[in-house]
């Protein structure tokens, strides 16, 4: 279903995959937006080593995307470090295929919210992370991808650093 990487030698492990998505504050979601247009938006996001996770207004055009194709593909650029004397560029990035899932649960909504909070603020307290959520439930949307394939590449001459 999913399409074999050509360069063999140049992917990553599934183990260096999820520490590209570890590693990672934002990537571009991609999916199939209006009359068929391709819709690709930057967002910050938290992987938890299964799903990925998004947060967004409760309209507009990703939501609208979604509710027509749940379909998504999510890239993050982990290295693009430009050499120009070999006019080439270092790079490592990670794509992830799979299906969006708009969270009603409140319980769900709450660990969401929750993953993000611990990634981008980690030095706040937990009742500092609680005034924050609350401050802003009302309008917040959580968004859950579920991972059907993921694939990792990086530049050859990292690959020859690791040896």
């Known amino acids: 279903m999913f399409r074999e990487m050509r360069r063999k030698g140049q992917i990553l492990s599934p183990e260096e995959c999820a520490a590209v998505l570890e590693r990672g504050t934002s990537g571009v979601l991609a999916l199939s937006g209006d009359d068929d247009y391709p819709y690709a938006v930057p967002l910050s996001y938290v992987y938890d080593g299964d799903k990925l996770y998004f947060h967004c207004a409760q309209t507009g055009h990703k939501l609208d995307a979604i509710r027509r194709n749940a379909k998504a593909s999510f890239c993050v650029v982990d290295q693009d470090q430009i050499v120009p004397e070999e006019y080439t560029t270092y790079f490592r990035s990670v ?69």
């Not at 909070?117 to 005034?131: C, F, I, N, S």
């Open 95 to 163: 794509i992830v295929f799979g299906q969006m899932r708009v969270l009603t649960d409140e319980e769900e909504k709450r660990a969401a919210i929750e993953k993000l909070a611990v990634k981008y603020a980690p030095a706040d307290t937990e009742a500092g992370r609680r005034m924050a959520i609350e401050r802003d439930w009302k309008p917040l949307c959580m968004l859950e991808m579920s991972i059907d394939h993921m694939s990792g590449k990086e530049a050859i001459e990292l690959v020859r650093q690791k040896r």
